[in-house]
């Protein structure tokens, strides 16, 4: 295909960096040392400023979340003291640590000895003694928040105790859930699964819900706090609690941030692995075989495979896992020293970054083996990297831009990740172009001096391996410049090369030779034809499949006992979180008949949308308020009292006194209600779609009573603000990388129409990676949407590869060959061994986070696999074809 020089940067950049790679090969040490000292100096900052910033509802939720704001109103206006406290209400603003407790043979946990049982454990939270980081002794009554001049310690839960373990179940009649007492303040639902007689009293249970909330506003206190948590926790782990006939599950207001920690510690000791295994695989992979044949017998022979220690480079393999090491360390260091939030999710950019960097010493390092080896290290430095350091220039950048526009997903977790992985990969590119540079072209001077590469000593030639000893023919053979191995007989021995008229690497000769040409069999090319329609129909209906959210849930290890917490009181208590508060900033004067029935129809179309559960669930003052006042016996006349001033005001005043449910849901100033709160229950919310839907209900209610300036907020809400930007966000990624992408594409690859064939890789890849993660079980989260930008940048890594070297190709055909197969071949034999090693070396990179017990790291490795699998079928198998038949078509329209 005859270039169309369209691409205005492509030949001015590489000419430049032509110029630039052979002052760097004459002058390689200064180009090794000052990038080493630039790295040693940057990681002062991991060093020195090194600090991860957890918190799930800040790294998991929008930065915009609509929720943060209206949490903050019933934060900052009900809960933010210790004094104002009533059990049950501010669940999820305040310090807290939840028991859930069922009978170890999972039955009734209300009978006798389960009961004495319970009894005991809530006795041993409230006695045991902790010691605080400053050393001091403290116990549960230093920390509890009081209510009635006292520790709030689950009476109600005591009481029913008391009556199951005593055997007096007949002298109480205990319904559920709306039991009371004189013996207590108000009910409190602490019973899971419960199961009632023809009269409402309660029969069996199969679990019970104890809360400890604690203080965290007074001096000491919030460290003294998250001491009890922990250490109650890592009891109960320990099985140092008092349970034989009981289990217990717990989770603590750090439970999350714990779990976190966790993980990350699970993760880190994987990087040694990763690295040893990339090690390995990169060193490997850069040695050269030559065949040599030895007798067997007087009759026989037997070819056996040595390592040419002139052409392989070990220690290039060493180099690029080096300079990809030093690059996360510098871009990590910059970052930090920079004051850029480091978050858990950072912690698997390394594991990524690793075989970038490698894929791109891949590249540079095939390249410079297509190069003569009769010509000088600089000449050979010059057509090298005038091909590779142009590629990896459009990878890098455009490896880069795919995770800056990845940062633009409001989610702290996902922008944060972004922008380490982009740091990552331009410190990859300086280093390559300067570290990798200088130590190929020291290598080159041994290649050209027949030299051994690894430890410089002169090398035996091939042709006299027969007097070489058994520590020379495996440490210490090396082929001659550019000639031919001659084939030596006598009785001894007889020595051959394969590459005795043909110098190309193995792989070059096997993908031209053999993988190209079957690929371009007719048969071949329908089969995949038929593999990428296939492929589309499963992406298309995987798509349909997705589910999109994340479920904090996730975070908590599947072993662990909290997330057994979760999943229980997901079970036996269902209705624990799916309350939503109502807070009225400007209330109406409840005095005014008028503004009066305009509040109470906004609370009665709060009750009555498709996701209330209704009048019985709400909890409003008022209409206790009324009752309170019929109970005194004015009922008859409550409007009076209800539509003057004073009179209301007093009542009310006296109420809140007595009632202490309520005492805290209104704000007064000079006996006027100056804000207030209620609550309702919500139902129909068992998924992220309806709580999105339903969240978007209330707060439509709420923008139409904007007088009021009404305020709702729900624990389910923050799910809601994720669900709802998750989709939306992803396409727009996508969009925004395809239409960024293909002006890069423009401006270095010399075809306007390979900028439309990358859009279009990039957005396949894109679709079957989305497309076939349901079918891993992975849901649209903050972690996918990082490997779906992610797929970007290596949907782009890879066409630019085969692209570029379609385009740039010049060898010319041989005889009778098509030129359009011959330059289909050709560039097969370019590109795809490395593009086959950096998808083995992602595979390798990201292999040992499989064995990390982590919904979020199995997430990143399951994705990681579907990009890398569907990237290296595209570079290898769909892309070619579509380049091989544009230019048959190109070819056929230009006659």
Known sequence: MTHWYWAPLEKPWSNLLAKYCIFV???????????????????????????????????YSPLDAKWKSEEAVLGENWANDDKHFYPGKDL?????????????????????????????????????????????????????????????????????????????VKNFNVTFPSYRSRFTTEPIDVLGNVTVDENGVVKTASAWLILYQLKQFEPNMAEWSRTFEKEVGRSIDERRAPER??????????????????????????????????????????????????????????????VDWVLSKPLIGICGVVITLMAIISSTGLLLLLDVTFVDMCTVMPFLSLTIGIDDTFLMLAAWHETPRSDSVEKRIEA??????????????????????????????????????SAAIVFIFVYCLTIFVAVLSLQGRRENECLNSVTGSTTVDFNEFGNASGAELLLNMGSQLEKPFRVQNNNDYTAYSKETQDHRMWYQQFFEDVYAPFVATPICRFAALALYVAYVIFAYRGSKNLLIGFDLINIVQESSVSRKFLLTRQQLFPEDTKVMDIAVMKPPRMFDPVERQQFLDLVQDFENTWCSAGRNSTQFWYFTFEKYVADLGFGNDFNKIANNET?????????????????????TRNNSPTAFRLSTRLRRVDDDES???????????????????????????????????????TLQDIYISIAVMIPVALLFIPQPLCSLVIGANIASIAFGVIGFMSLLGVSLDATSMITVAMSVGFSVDFAAHVSYAYMTENRSPKEGE?????????????????????????????????????????????????VISFGTIHALVFLPLLLLHCHKLYTYFKK
């Open 384 to 421: 090298s990297m005038r091909h590779a350091a142009v590629s990896i220039s459009i990878t890098s950048l455009t490896d880069a831009l795919a995770f800056l526009i990845g940062a633009i997903a409001p989610l702290p977790a996902v922008m944060y990740f972004c922008y380490y992985s």
């Open 92 to 168: 999820m603003r305040r310090r807290g640590l939840y028991i859930i407790v069922k009978s170890s043979d999972g039955g009734d946990v209300l009978r006798r000895e389960q009961a004495l049982e319970f009894k005991e454990i809530m006795h041993w939270i409230e006695k045991s003694n902790m010691t605080s980081t400053t050393g001091e002794w403290f116990s549960y009554k230093d920390i509890c928040l009081h209510f009635q001049n006292d520790c709030f310690s689950n009476t109600h839960a005591k009481l029913l105790a008391d009556i199951f373990a005593n055997g007096h």
């Open 25 to 59: 090969a004459r002058h390689p040490w200064p180009f090794i040392l000052l990038p080493t000292f630039l790295t040693i100096f940057l990681s002062t900052g991991i060093l020195l400023n090194f600090k991860i910033v957890r918190g799930v509802n800040y790294l």
């Open 647 to 667: 009179k209301f005001n007093k009542n009310l005043r006296s109420f809140l006194m007595t009632n202490e449910r309520f005492a805290y849901d209104v704000q």
């Open 691 to 729: 709580m999105s839907r339903c969240a978007a209900t209330m707060r439509s209610l709420s923008s139409f009573h904007a007088v009021f300036q009404v305020s709702t907020y729900s624990p389910i809400w923050h799910i809601a603000d994720e669900y709802d930007i998750m989709w939306p966000q």
């Open 818 to 866: 098509c030129p359009t197969v011959a330059r289909f071949r050709y560039t097969l034999g370019t590109v795809a061994w490395p593009v086959t090693q950096a998808s083995i070396s992602v595979i390798l990179g990201v292999s040992s986070l499989y064995f990390v017990d982590s919904y979020v790291v199995q997430t990143c490795f399951r994705t990681v696999l579907l």
């Open 245 to 306: 006939l009981l289990d217990l599950y717990y989770f603590h207001s750090a439970t999350f941030d714990l779990e976190l920690e966790k993980e990350n510690r699970r993760i880190t000791p994987k990087f040694s692995i990763t690295f040893t295994a990339l090690i390995i695989f990169s060193i490997l992979t850069t040695f050269t075989f030559k065949w040599v044949t030895f007798p067997a017998s007087e009759k026989n022979t037997r070819t056996w495979p040595i």
